[in-house]
């Protein structure tokens, strides 16, 4: 027996996952239990003593560079690699078995023995260290199993302990059935690459989607242009030729039917949220704090609604999220009407989302919602899951607040709408610090929350409203418009309610807190846990603040002042004068720059860029004839009036008429219907109907005799054959067949040969030539 030598290479390794928490060990010729770890020192416990002695404390590199150092056996179960248990249960069951088949011969060569084996066990000479080298017993493991008909070689056995080393049990598993399939089979991926370049060249060149076995052929000439010298070797040639079955199978694989070439083609373009080959790419659902990322989108609420000009109408709803508390922090329902003629060649424009619409849900992150007279007692903030003490002692606002969180957001994920793209949009959410980020066209991820609480609002708030139309025209109800309707300040009302009430009070799926991930939260107990992250600070606006919002108008003052959609608005006694001219923005032509609400058009801002520092910059310009409006009116009204002012032949420059309608408008809609019974629209079946027009009357009435049908003459017959009227028998162009031959072959047409001149005798009872009902040969030709 040679002796082993210094450093035996039988040992374990000194790697901290040799050694568990009551391994049987081997340390200066006896027998030791793991006990204890702490930090690098190791607690020790004689086996067998020969008289009680203190626990081994001793460094654990020491201990596992020792020459004699060895683990005896696992009591406990190695852990290994926890993250992949739910993979090597999914591998099938044969390869799972030979995986811990090798397992256990591993551990028998690293370990002296086979686990769960009693340390009193002498080990098998051919694994034990002090007899043996690491290198001795690969070779005794591998003439072990080859005795037992597995052949494998010292290298082999070699290879799997460091791999179990490395990865554990799934260093064993047969990579083989760790491969996944290719994405796209056998095919090349230069293949793949100019299916999509064939696409984006056809969408960017603005040509129409055609068929797969067009987008086939054109890939197979761009392959073979470009790739002449790989094929004429068939070894190169291996996946760049595929049959028309294969390139079929391919691109269902890659989801392109025809009529979804181009739109999948652009969703290719787009490419994913995240991706390895995108570094600068940071995923667009997911926040860290409460305003990190906020979703704001506009979409239909499927409802009708009773519109100011008591019409039935549509609407739509525009909210803003919070990804990280999927809180509605913003809503505003807007009327929806499509655009119509208004006669006399004129146009009216509809009426749907618009930039300030977009504004007033911006600046509803800002502030607290406040309770409506008649709302539940469960609305308020005070007793909600909210932490209203902190919040009102940080902002005086949240006093008689609804159960709504304020979150101004940090980034806003927009798409590309025209009220979102527009620069106002842009202006004011510059002005109140909030980054504006584009999502990505046809890329689903950047704005999936938004877009699902838009599903949401529809199932749990829209479909329970009687006058709910459904999304598909084919599902619509018959009877939706005699439903009873919501005004759009109701609805408004009404949503705000269910969004305190419902949504931010129901759990959500993916709201978890790391202190209970085994419960789900709603938006307010989301908040709650997060707004310590930042804390909150009051970001009540300023009305100079406030004014920036409003949309923006460059106009040029006069005299007379300046006009903002044909309203003049002035000030008295010359206040004005100052304004006069140019403004000195070259950018604007000279032009300065007005601020107005289009819900309250009567006064209008001017921003006086040269005031003095510490003077207000803004001066207030009310509209000239704003004291003809007793009511308050809108920009929409005002258009209104001014349709029903240019139909009744007035002028676009009469301001005062125009004002006097629209006061009137205004009177009309605030009377309401008429109470008289005469006014009141009668039912469908007293409506009188259509009076007759009166015949027109006959020119030569009085001059014509009365008419006896006994004297009227019938026109005479055709005195000839239908063959005769044509002077030539030339056949058809075309055809191998005469003009005779032509006619004798249609149904119920037979003319006479040309020796047979005379007519034939009249049938019997059949009408004569001469009497009026009479058929005649020339009649039927």
Partial sequence: MTAAPQRAAGAAPAAADTLALGDTIRFRGSVWVVTAFHGPRVFLDAVQPMEPAEPLIILQTAMTCAPDFAVLDRAAPRSTLPGRTAEF??????????????????????????????????????????????????????????????????????????????????????????????????????????????????????????????????????????????????????????????????????????????TAAARHAAGSAISAERPGTRRATWARWPGDLVQIDTTGLDVLVLGDDGRVISVELTVAIDVATRSIVGSLIVPKRVGRSGGGGRWLAGRATRSFDTLQVVAQTTAPLPVRPGWAPETFMEGSDLPFEDLLAADPRFAGAAARPVIKPETLVIDHGSPFISADFARACHSLGIEVREARLRTAVDKAIVERAMRAVKTGFSQYLATYTHHRLDLRGRRVRKQPLWTIPQLQELFEQWVVLRWQQTPHGALRSPFTPGLRLTPNQMYAALVSLRGYRSTALTPQENRKLLPAVWVRVSRKGFQINNRTYNLGRGNLDPCRGSSGITAQQGRWEVHYSPDHPEVAWLFNHRAEPGTDPWIEVPFIHRRLLDDRWTEETWAQALNIHLTGGGSRRDEASITRATAQLLRTAAAGPQATPASRPAPRADVPSRPVLPAPAEPCDDDMPPLDPHSVRPFRSLDRPAGDLFDTSEPVRGAGQSLEEFLASLPGLHPPSPTDNDPAPPTPGAPTGDEPDGPRQGDDQ
């Avoid at 060149?205 to 987008?215: A, C, E, I, K």
Wanted: hydrophobic share 35%; with cysteine; aromatic share 4%.
């Fill in 89 to 262: 249960n999914a591998l099938p069951r044969e390869v799972r078995k030979a995986a811990e088949k090798w397992e256990r011969h591993v551990k028998e060569v690293l370990h002296e023995q086979a686990p769960k084996v009693p340390a009193t066990t002498p080990p098998r000479p051919a694994y034990d260290p002090q007899r043996r080298t690491m290198r001795q017993r690969y070779q005794a493991k591998a003439d072990q199993l080859t005795q037992a008909g597995t052949p494998v070689s010292a290298a082999t056995v070699e290879r799997k302990c460091a791999a179990w080393r490395k990865e554990g049990l799934m260093g064993l598993v047969d990579k083989r059935h760790l491969r996944g399939a290719a994405p796209h089979g056998r095919v090349d991926a230069r293949v793949v690459d100019i299916v999509w370049e064939v696409l984006d060249d056809e969408r960017g060149r603005g040509l129409s989607p055609g068929t797969l076995s067009r987008l086939i052929d054109r890939v197979e000439q761009t392959i073979r242009a470009r790739y002449a010298h790989l094929l004429a070797d068939p070894a190169t040639a291996r996946g760049l030729v595929n049959s028309p079955a294969t390139f079929y199978r391919l691109l269902e694989r890659l989801g392109i039917n025809a009529q979804n070439a181009h």
